[in-house]
């Protein structure tokens, strides 16, 4: 049986937030790259989508990591995902797309686990949510 669940729950969300981390600083180190290819899936305004991009990854993935609103901040980066997923990675007749989108998919559902049964004890807001109740985790 596990008796460390609030460290297990930590090494989940650093595992997490470095994905995240990692591709927030590669926009950043080849951001015409990162664009072209965003103009290429056809979204609309590409400088506005990496800029949105980077902030998500990178602030997403510093407060998953540091535990501080951690249900908000898992389920918007599920959806960030899931939207990578569907406007990236659903080329299913590319083996390697369908990969990228099922591993998408994945991290989708480990990131709704951390949004429905929070960080764990080992987190930065942890002394408000002691105070507001469980729902501030």
Do not use: C
């Not at 989940?12 to 937030?17: D, P």
């Not at 299913?92 to 998408?104: C, E, P, R, S």
Request: hydrophobic share 60%; charged share 10%.
């Amino acid at each position: 049986m596990l008796t460390n669940n609030n460290g297990l729950a930590l090494a989940g969300r650093i595992s997490m937030a470095a994905l995240f981390l990692l591709s927030g600083v590669g926009k950043l180190a080849a951001p015409a790259a990162t664009q072209a290819y965003i103009a290429s899936a056809g979204l609309p305004a590409p400088a506005l989508a990496l800029s949105l991009a980077i902030i998500v990854e990178v602030a997403g993935g510093l407060l998953l990591i540091a535990g501080y609103r951690v249900r908000i901040v898992a389920l918007g980066l599920a959806v960030f995902t899931f939207a990578t997923a569907v406007f990236f990675h659903s080329d299913f007749a590319d083996q390697n797309q369908m990969i990228h989108f099922l591993k998408n998919i994945a991290i989708v559902g480990g990131l709704l686990q951390v949004a429905v049964f929070g960080a764990g004890a080992l987190r930065l807001d942890g002394r408000a949510s002691r105070n507001a109740g469980a729902g501030a985790a």
